[in-house]
């Protein structure tokens, strides 16, 4: 009984980058193929979800939290950056041009390069900006517990400012997200270097067959 298997790896006739019948043919750098388009329309998809989600985020956080809000849109600039290399990459493999998918392993690495720069970045900052907010929170919790103070039992507009934005800057997930981010984007950087000298070997051995079958016919 045949055992049904995600899409992302059920191999379907004709799907090939490559001839079958060719010699350059490599069944294991076809799944790789494979799995670079895969990825590549999963990366599409998850991440136009996030664009929408911080741009959500922007809106709503602008006005209590401004600096959280910009790096919301730093972030969506990093991400339409990656759609587009996903988008030029599942184009470029297509294409079987290996000149094409030399740029989508530049534009690639150039993607993992600016993500950890980012990243970084945005972290060393939320985590300054959740440090300054602890500060004014325990600063405004000593001044409360002055006798001369009458004491309130409403929070303040401040206040809910405090909580909100301590909150919203502590950034030890994104610190996840990045390190995963990361391994992720290796192991396309392995495969789209693999599948680059499998296009490549192909064409160089198009073009000496291509030079004996015109050799051939002018002597014929």
Not at 115 to 132: D, E, K, N, S
Request: net charge neutral; hydrophobic share 40%.
């Amino acid at each position: 009984m045949e055992i049904n298997r995600p899409f992302i790896i059920t191999k379907r006739q004709g799907d090939s980058l490559l001839p079958p019948d060719c010699e350059e043919f490599n069944e294991t750098i076809e799944d790789n193929i494979r799995f670079l388009q895969s990825s590549n329309i999963f990366i599409i998809c998850a991440f136009l979800y996030q664009c929408i989600r911080f741009l959500y985020y922007f809106i709503h956080y602008r006005t209590t939290c401004y600096t959280y809000a910009i790096l919301c849109l730093v972030i969506v600039g990093g991400n339409i950056f990656w759609i587009a290399s996903s988008t030029y990459g599942f184009l470029g493999i297509n294409s079987r041009s290996s000149s094409e998918i030399g740029k989508y392993l530049c534009l690639t690495s150039f993607v993992l390069a600016i993500r950890l720069i980012t990243y970084f970045l945005v972290w060393a900052l939320m985590q300054g900006y959740a440090q300054q907010y602890n500060i004014l929170s325990k600063s405004r919790l000593l001044q409360e517990s002055v006798p001369q103070q009458p004491a309130t039992t409403e929070i303040t507009d401040d206040q809910k400012q405090e909580i909100i934005c301590g909150q919203l800057y502590q950034g030890t997930l994104m610190m996840v997200q990045a390190i995963i981010e990361t391994m992720f984007l290796g192991v396309i950087i392995y495969f789209v270097v693999q599948v680059k000298k499998y296009i490549t070997n192909y064409e160089s051995n198009q073009k000496k067959k291509q030079r004996t079958w015109n050799l051939q016919a002018s002597i014929v």
